[in-house]
């Protein structure tokens, strides 16, 4: 009989064939006699058996199940009884090596409940599975350390610190908290981080003390997104503020409308502009705040630092008594971290607001997710194959010359010689080097019902 298991380490005796399943009968092709109590080898005898039902990959579609007769041994030295162990089979799950090695990597294409329903198993026992596979997954991860760093977070229960490379738009990685230790700790483990010639985070203290610490010859820049954020926050203070001073007439249509006053000014299309208009022509303490808002961004359109902090000491001269509390956080920022923020008026202007879209959607996905812990989230996001961006990566490497003496000397001039500097030419190698999860990719998956 021609047997559809295809597994060196069983044997199969029989079978039978339902309308969705195969179940078919085994024995061991081979069993271990090494008793794992005491070490002893092959004085060992049978002692009995225990049946086991053990499934399969599926095959032509209908799930496959194994019924198995495990071998029971006695050591004759120890006299202590074990399970033999069987090839092809994980005893911890009752399934053969093969699916659990398939669950796992289905784990990060698709849901739980889609493969513990395909195998006929329950979805603990896949997220199980799942975060073993994810383990083994960690202990092989190899980044490549970015030349400008992104440090933001991500509200997903709590804080978690997310890491990018802001040139090629990837995501690194993802922390499960933002704690300073968690931060340098990361920040060590980074792979050649003399690389890293910027780096841009939110107004987070414990970011640049991390990397003050670690990465002492980056160059730190406040990330512009989340300065600019506080001015819209201020606007939404005071948009709130009268909105509930005003319930009964106006209130629920400015609360309606509270996405259009964090857009820009020139962002809005004429429809929009007419309500912020209209709004902004009934409260004009709302419309100073917005004005405040928009010069504000200005700011950041001057071409030198010098420039910038003049221009924003005219902007803080200019705020109202009655809107100095709302826009006291936007000060403060700017008291704090002065040298940072202007370190983006540097050459390069690098900001991490692209992550923001990520975050809103990562949000969503791990608020309606099914099953998703922090744990398994991080790893579809980071270990799922066709998320990855690849690029070719330019290395110089030394190559050892050719020499006569080398040649005619043999091994000894090779060990003797060989330490020096001048023996060796510098050549350029190129790898490909996975730089993160791509986000645009990420960003077009997480809008779909397929993460």
């Not at 064939?17 to 024995?27: I, T």
């Not at 513990?116 to 603990?124: L, T």
């Not at 989340?226 to 609360?255: E, F």
Request: include cysteine; charged fraction near 30%.
């Amino acid at each position: 009989m021609t047997g559809i298991l295809n597994l060196p380490g069983l044997r199969e005796l029989d079978r039978k064939e339902l309308e969705d399943e195969y179940h078919v009968k085994a024995e061991p092709a081979a069993i271990s006699r090494l008793c794992p109590h005491c070490g002893e080898l092959h004085r060992v005898q049978r002692h009995g058996s225990r049946s086991m039902f053990v499934r399969d990959l599926t095959s032509h579609g209908k799930r496959v199940m194994i019924h198995l007769d495990a071998p029971r041994l006695i050591c004759m030295v120890c006299r202590k009884t074990f399970m033999a162990v069987i090839q092809e089979v994980d005893e911890n799950y009752q399934m053969t090596e093969r699916l659990v090695r398939w669950i796992g990597r289905q784990s990060l294409e698709y849901t739980y409940a889609e493969l513990a329903k395909q195998i006929g198993i329950d979805e603990k026992s896949v997220r199980t599975i799942f975060d073993t596979y994810v383990a083994k997954l960690e202990k092989d991860f190899r980044r490549e350390t970015p030349a400008w760093l992104g440090i933001d977070e991500i509200k997903l229960g709590r804080f978690r610190a997310i890491f990018t490379n802001l040139q090629d738009k990837t995501l690194v990685d993802m922390l499960p908290d933002r704690y300073y230790t968690s931060i340098v700790k990361f920040l060590e483990s980074l792979p050649n981080r003399e690389k890293i010639e910027y780096v841009s985070t939110d107004l987070w203290r414990p970011y640049r003390l991390a990397v003050q610490k670690v990465l002492p010859n980056a160059k730190l820049v406040a990330d512009k997104f989340h300065v600019v954020s506080k001015a819209n926050a201020a606007v939404d203070t005071v948009r709130r503020s009268i909105a509930k001073a005003d319930q009964k007439k106006q209130g629920k249509g400015l609360k309606k409308a509270h996405k259009l006053f964090d857009k820009r000014a020139a962002d809005l299309n004429d429809e929009q502009y007419l309500t912020v208009s209209g709004w902004l022509n009934c409260f004009p303490l709302l419309a100073a705040a917005y004005d405040l808002k928009e010069r504000l961004y200005a700011v950041y359109e001057v071409e030198t630092k010098e420039e910038a902090w003049a221009a924003y000491l005219n902007w803080e001269a200019s705020i109202p008594p009655e809107l100095a509390k709302p826009f006291k956080p936007v000060k403060t920022a700017f008291r704090n971290w002065k040298p940072y923020i202007l370190n983006y008026f540097d050459n390069e202007r690098i900001t991490n607001a692209f992550t923001e879209s990520f975050n809103a959607k990562v949000r969503r996905v791990y608020r309606n997710g099914h099953g998703y812990t922090f744990e398994r989230l991080r790893a579809k996001v980071l270990f799922t194959d066709r998320l990855q961006k690849r690029i070719p990566i330019q290395e110089k490497v030394k190559v050892k010359k050719q020499r006569f003496e080398d040649i005619s000397m043999g091994r000894m001039t090779y060990f003797m010689m060989g330490s020096f500097d001048d023996d060796y030419d510098v050549k350029i190698k190129t790898r490909m080097g996975n730089v993160g999860t791509d986000l645009p990719t990420l960003l077009e998956l997480l809008d779909t019902d397929d993460f």
